[in-house]
């Protein structure tokens, strides 16, 4: 009986040395870590433990990792944000980055190029927002967030930029507002008349919902 119990312990050490021990789900050895939010730039290891950093040292114990990722002769980097992408993709005609052909699916071009985040710069705008949050961000593994075209149909095309009487400020902002966790701005593009009135709307819309502005002046 004293043996039993005399194993039954040891058994419970070994097995609490070994939790103790086994810190870390990965860790990825050797790589060029560039953190600029901790100023570092430099040669080190990285561990991960629940899907969070746990550890960035010079040289981490890999003994007991669940995963070693050798990333010699690689950056390391925290996720990149592309802050100019056009993702609104669909099968509308006549709508280009607007819920049609010319936009593309984030997902098949994110990952793999280091992005985990993207800004749709002004493909949806306040009447067909709505479609492409049901689309696009709430379908995509990749972050995605939207400049907010002061169109209200989008960047579906020059001919329907051109239309003034469909940049409304005020349903803009409204939109913005009403979806800040996506919506991080406005977009003004293609627009060919020489005139000061859609740029005056879309800083309107950016006064009214306090949030920043884009101005392509490439049409005219």
């Not at 312990?9 to 097995?15: G, I, K, Q, T």
């Not at 002769?73 to 669909?90: C, E, R």
């Not at 709505?130 to 169109?151: M, Q």
Request: proline fraction near 3%; hydrophobic fraction near 45%.
């Amino acid at each position: 009986m004293k043996k039993m119990k005399v194993y039954f312990l040891c058994a419970l050490l070994f097995s609490a040395a070994f939790t103790r021990g086994q810190v870390y789900g990965i860790v990825i050895k050797g790589g060029h870590v560039i953190d600029a939010r901790n100023n570092i730039n430099e040669l080190m290891d990285v561990a991960i433990q629940d899907g969070r950093i746990a550890r960035v040292a010079k040289n981490i114990d890999t003994s007991l990792a669940r995963q070693v990722v050798d990333a010699m002769g690689m950056y390391v980097t925290p996720g990149l944000i592309d802050i100019h992408a056009h993702v609104f993709a669909g099968t509308e005609p006549d709508h280009e980055d607007s819920n049609g052909f010319d936009a593309l699916a984030p997902d098949g071009h994110t990952f793999r190029s280091g992005v985990t985040t993207v800004v749709d710069c002004g493909g949806p705008g306040w009447k067909d927002f709505a479609t492409f949050k049901k689309n696009i961000i709430d379908e995509s593994r990749t972050r995605v967030l939207a400049f907010l075209n002061i169109v209200g149909g989008g960047m579906r095309g020059v001919k329907w930029e051109q239309d003034f009487d469909d940049m409304d400020p005020k349903k803009a902002a409204e939109t913005a507002l009403a979806n800040k966790e996506y919506i991080v701005g406005f977009k003004l593009a293609h627009v060919e008349a020489e005139s000061w009135i859609p740029t005056e709307r879309v800083v309107e819309a950016g006064r009214l919902a306090d949030m920043p502005v884009i101005i392509d002046f490439g049409g005219s």
